[in-house]
Antibody, heavy 119, light 108 residues
Framework: QVQLVESGGGWVKPGGSLRLSCAASGFTFSDHYMSWIRQAPGKGLEWLSH????????YYADSVKGRFAISRDNAENSVFLQMNSLRVEDTAVYYC????????????WGHGTMVTVSS | SYVLTQPPSVSVAPGQTARISCGGD??????VHWYQQKPGQAPVLVVYDDRDRPSGIPERFSGSNSANTATLTISGVEAGDEAEYYCQVWDTLSALFVFGPGTKVTVL
């Protein structure tokens, strides 16, 4: 089955850390660029980070640069998001998404995992 | 950084045509992609590269892009098309992906 499944969300205090995982199946994971995108409650989509297939290029939104780190393990068909120094405003549903081959569009999304940052 | 603008809402009667705009500086030189998101669900790609449809997306969904405005057109709107729609581009200059703020489509 072709799918992305996120895990690792939960509740954390401000200043804390979480590591999100996204397990891919049903397609050749190593061929695809992958991104993390979030959506705060009642708000729009915010792209966070992107990693190319070979792990040679990584990009971050300014809102998370220096606090979040994306990585991937092609052998495990997984992409990760290490989130440090979390803030209340990081509260959101976090999606991993697959970039369509040859395009900068996201043609597959996971179901999302909720992260709540609160004291 | 690059900014996309969308109308907050669009209302349309069943069977009519909905047009959702996405504005950006010289957006006509970029590839624009559109997503549909229903409440409680992940977004779904409905149009990519300005006007192409992924497999499984009805022909009722079409796109265009020129100058400073891209447009998603939904022809013969159905009740099931009621959703939030987002446009998205890759900004080469800043090396960032950018989403529009979203447009809520209401079927009357």
């Amino acid at each position: 089955q072709v799918q992305l499944v996120e895990s690792g969300g939960g509740w954390v205090k401000p200043g804390g850390s979480l590591r999100l995982s996204c397990a891919a199946s049903g397609f050749t994971f190593s061929d695809h660029y992958m991104s993390w995108i979030r959506q705060a409650p009642g708000k729009g989509l915010e792209w966070l980070s992107h990693i190319k297939a070979s792990d040679s290029s990584i990009y971050y939104a300014d809102s998370v640069k220096g606090r979040f780190a994306i990585s991937r393990d092609n052998a495990e068909n997984s992409v990760f998001l290490q989130m440090n120094s979390l803030r209340v405003e990081d509260t959101a549903v976090y999606y991993c998404a697959r970039a369509k081959l040859g395009y900068d569009a996201f043609d597959m999304w996971g179901h999302g995992t909720m992260v709540t940052v609160s004291s | 950084s690059y900014v996309l603008t969308q109308p907050p809402s669009v209302s349309v009667a069943p069977g009519q045509t909905a047009r959702i705009s996405c504005g950006g500086d010289d957006i006509g030189f970029k590839s624009v992609h559109w997503y549909q998101q229903k409440p409680g669900q992940a977004p779904v790609l409905v149009v990519y590269d300005d006007r192409d449809r992924p497999s499984g997306i009805p022909e009722r969904f079409s796109g265009s892009n020129s100058a400073n405005t891209a447009t998603l057109t939904i022809s013969g709107v159905e009740a099931g098309d009621e959703a939030e729609y987002y446009c998205q581009v890759w900004d080469t200059l800043s090396a960032l992906f950018v989403f529009g703020p979203g447009t809520k489509v209401t079927v009357l």
